[in-house]
């Protein structure tokens, strides 16, 4: 080989030596945890101050927030929470060891604010005073619902006592949509 060609061999292969391995992005050292808490801190106020830059956001809707929708009375969740106390009370005929007489108790249930169970009764022959009514009013008043604004909500109850299992608001479940006629 000629001399002057080895010398360009070799500083070919040198150039590609460094080439390959030469200075790179990362860091010539494993990061800490705080490094990459830092990292990782800075990357979320980078994407905090493009979300303000930008214009991205819905500011023209007009619908309620969940927030708006919690101040009321919650029929939904207050007819579940009544179904679920109806079906526990349903038992009372079968945990009680009196003679009891099968039928439908009536029930009237009145909700504070806070979402609580202010006040229950149960109308005769299931009255305060016998084990049944003793029993049902333990399950109805167990109740909790969403808290709410506005006025105490009083709702009549029929606790299917016969063994049906056909509890439910008095005068029926209504269709859904359909608003409940004030008599």
């Known amino acids: ?3 002057g060609m080895s010398a360009r061999i070799l500083g070919f292969v040198a150039a590609s030596l460094l080439a390959a391995c030469g200075p790179s992005m990362e ?3 494993v990061k800490t945890p705080d490094e990459l808490i830092a990292e990782e801190e ?7 101050k493009n979300q303000r830059d930008s214009s991205a956001y819905d500011t023209s809707s ?7 929708k919690r101040r009321g009375w919650d029929d939904k ?4 929470e009544l179904h679920r106390a109806a079906n526990s009370a349903e038992t009372c005929t079968g945990s009680v060891t009196e003679k ?7 029930v009237t249930v009145t909700f504070g604010n806070d979402g609580h169970v202010k006040s229950a009764t149960v109308a005769a022959p299931y009255g305060e005073e016998t084990a049944v009514g003793k029993c ?3 399950a109805m008043k167990a109740v909790i619902v969403p808290s709410y604004q506005g006025e105490e909500k009083t709702l009549n109850w029929e606790i299917d006592l016969t063994g049906a299992k056909k509890s439910g608001p008095v005068g029926g479940a209504q269709p859904e949509g359909e608003e409940k006629k004030e008599k």
Request: hydrophobic share 35%; no cysteine.
């Open 1 to 3: 080989m000629m001399p």
């Open 27 to 29: 860091a010539d050292h």
């Open 42 to 48: 800075a990357k979320g106020a980078e994407q905090l």
């Open 62 to 68: 007009a619908d309620e927030t969940d927030e708006d």
């Open 77 to 80: 969740q207050g007819d579940i």
């Open 100 to 106: 009891v007489q099968k039928g439908k108790a009536s």
């Open 136 to 138: 049902v009013l333990r």
